[in-house]
């Protein structure tokens, strides 16, 4: 995936819209990324590739247009990332949601794919879903507080140590929010 062109971004809102060779693609990207040490929900590489397939399988059955929605960039056809905005039904905190599992694949970085598709996320929030506002968490020590911070996101906390990547390395876990969407 070395095209220059710009992204196909591409939101899919039940399991009914998903193409048969796209868990595959999604599995593909996830393991690539968690395996090059991404803090996309999978934190000890190597992972086990019947794992992700069944962590995929999963977040496709709970799409919907109303609790979590799949975001994927593709260049030339293929999946260059993705992430999931999810929201819970409950009153008390329906007006926002996460966001999830933000990545893109190694060898399109850099050309901006992770930054729209955050901000794509942002518009679908906004004006599909009625969001008021997203959070997420992220893992410190990445980079990840500059990326999001660039994109309007604000650090409003921090689990100090929350996150133990292995022995000696215990990292936070950053809150970030995006608000007003």
Same mark, same amino acid.
């Given at each position: 995936?070395? +095209?220059?062109?710009?992204?196909?971004?591409?939101?899919?809102?039940?399991?009914?819209?998903?193409?048969?060779?796209?868990?595959?693609?999604?599995?593909?990207?996830?393991?690539?990324? +968690?395996?090059?040490?991404?803090?996309?929900?999978?934190?000890?590489?190597?992972?086990?590739?019947?794992?992700?397939?069944?962590?995929?399988?999963?977040?496709?059955?709970?799409? +919907?247009?109303?609790?979590?929605?799949?975001?994927?960039?593709?260049?030339?056809?293929?999946?260059?990332?993705?992430?999931?905005?999810?929201?819970?039904?409950?009153?008390?905190?329906?007006?926002?949601?996460?966001?999830?599992?933000?990545?893109?694949? !190694?060898?399109?970085?850099?050309?901006?794919?992770?930054?729209? !598709?955050?901000?794509?996320?942002?518009?679908?929030?906004?004006?599909?879903?009625?969001?008021?506002?997203?959070?997420?968490?992220?893992?410190?020590?990445?980079?990840?507080?500059?990326?999001?911070?660039?994109?309007?996101?604000?650090?409003?906390?921090?689990?100090?140590?929350?996150?133990?990547?292995?022995?000696?390395?215990?990292?936070?876990?950053?809150?970030?929010? !995006? +608000?007003?969407?």
């Amino acid at each position: 995936m070395t +095209s220059d062109k710009a992204p196909i971004f591409q939101q899919f809102v039940s399991p009914e819209g998903i193409t048969e060779d796209f868990p595959e693609a999604l599995a593909e990207c996830w393991t690539e990324v +968690s395996n090059a040490g991404g803090a996309a929900g999978f934190p000890f590489p190597p992972v086990d590739a019947a794992e992700v397939a069944a962590a995929v399988g999963r977040l496709i059955a709970g799409l +919907s247009p109303t609790g979590s929605r799949l975001i994927a960039a593709t260049v030339d056809g293929g999946l260059a990332g993705w992430l999931t905005i999810r929201r819970d039904a409950h009153p008390l905190v329906a007006h926002w949601g996460t966001l999830h599992h933000v990545q893109t694949r !190694l060898g399109v970085r850099g050309r901006g794919i992770g930054a729209g !598709l955050v901000r794509r996320a942002r518009d679908v929030a906004r004006d599909e879903m009625g969001l008021e506002q997203l959070h997420l968490a992220v893992r410190g020590g990445a980079g990840l507080e500059e990326f999001y911070g660039r994109l309007g996101w604000q650090e409003i906390g921090r689990w100090p140590g929350a996150l133990r990547l292995g022995a000696d390395d215990d990292r936070d876990e950053v809150l970030m929010l !995006l +608000s007003p969407l």
